[in-house]
């Protein structure tokens, strides 16, 4: 079974997420902010994650930092990690801050079950998901 987490303070962005992955057997973790992620991670409360989305402006805490602190925890390195943004002006200094793909707000749905496959299975370098 496919485990995505997604990081999202917009609660519509992560009721989407979670009706998507009830549909098609995905397991959905939502958290909505730093404080939150890094205690599941601290706490070892986390199935093993295939793939890590995250907001890039979350209060407090963006997603570049976020990011960042992911990489320095070896038991997270090789999972993609995909930046989620309605600003897509950032795409380039997303792509250049190492994540593995874009979801451009607002997304589609339809399109958005191929695009995680082609991330997590195919092991794409860079993709980008915009309407």
């Known amino acids: 079974m496919t485990n ?9 962005t992560l009721s989407i997420f979670r009706a998507l992955c009830a549909n098609i057997s995905m397991q959905f973790i939502g958290l909505q902010n730093f404080e939150q992620f890094k205690l599941c991670i601290e706490m070892n409360l986390q199935p093993n994650i ?4 995250i907001d890039i402006k979350l209060p407090f805490v963006d997603g570049y930092h976020i990011l960042n602190w992911i990489r320095t925890h070896t038991t997270l390195a090789g999972i993609p990690i995909i930046a989620i943004s309605s600003n897509h002006d950032e795409l380039e200094k997303i792509k250049s801050h190492g ?14 079950l191929t695009y995680l496959h082609q991330v997590i299975y195919e092991g794409n370098k860079w993709l980008v998901l915009k309407n």
């Open 50 to 53: 295939d793939a890590i989305l």
């Open 4 to 12: 995505i987490l997604v990081i999202d303070d917009d609660i519509t």
């Open 99 to 112: 994540f593995r793909g874009f979801i451009a707000k607002p997304f589609r749905i339809e399109g958005l």
